[in-house]
């Protein structure tokens, strides 16, 4: 089986990559303590913080080169890019003497504001140029699937974890098989 990965994967924040609605349930300001890795607290302590298996997901991605996006409809979308560019993301396993990243240099595409996710991807499309097709979505609200009317693959998720990446990349890959066999056959062939 191929490990092929869709060219762009984008990911809501709220309830998708933390356990928060960044624009109700955190009271700014927001900072990190040091050099803590993983973890934010605002005005009242509250932790901000990614679900326990994001950060090796956004390491994989970036080693596979695929963009990452991040897509929320956040009315505090400068709070959300606060966040972002405060929360340090550690290095992968096995490369603990390297620095933490902050999370914000992982994403290469941000739609961050109010409004229907279509708005979201058809600005991704524009910026990057990358068809829809090659594009796979984790979203907590099934009301987002409206996306696949584009043609993006989209994955419902009450907090991304390896297992539901790994089931949004099979159902990304199942509803693309020939692009995904045309791949494995030119990778064969080089």
């Avoid at 606060?82 to 929360?87: D, F, G, I």
Wanted: glycine residues 4%.
């Amino acid at each position: 089986m191929t490990s092929r990965l869709p060219k762009l994967v984008a990911f809501d924040l709220d309830y998708t990559l933390w356990d928060l609605w960044i624009d109700t349930h955190v009271d700014p300001p927001i900072r990190r303590d040091g050099d803590t890795v993983n973890e934010l607290r605002d005005r009242n302590n509250r932790k901000i913080k990614f679900y326990r298996e994001v950060p090796e997901i956004l390491h994989r991605l970036r080693e596979g080169g695929v963009t990452i996006a991040a897509c929320s409809r956040t009315h505090a979308p400068d709070l959300a890019r606060q966040a972002l560019r405060l929360l340090l993301v550690p290095p992968p396993a096995g490369h603990k003497n390297e620095a933490p990243t902050p999370a914000v240099e992982f994403f290469d595409q941000l739609e961050i504001y109010p409004g229907s996710k279509m708005k979201h991807f058809k600005e991704l499309h524009k910026k990057t140029g990358i068809p829809y097709s090659e594009m796979l979505f984790f979203d907590d609200e099934h009301r987002n699937k409206e996306v696949e009317a584009l043609g993006v693959t989209f994955c419902l998720s009450r907090g991304v974890s390896d297992r539901e990446f790994e089931h949004g990349l099979a159902e990304w890959r199942r509803r693309h098989p020939v692009e995904v066999a045309d791949d494995a056959a030119a990778t064969r062939e080089e």
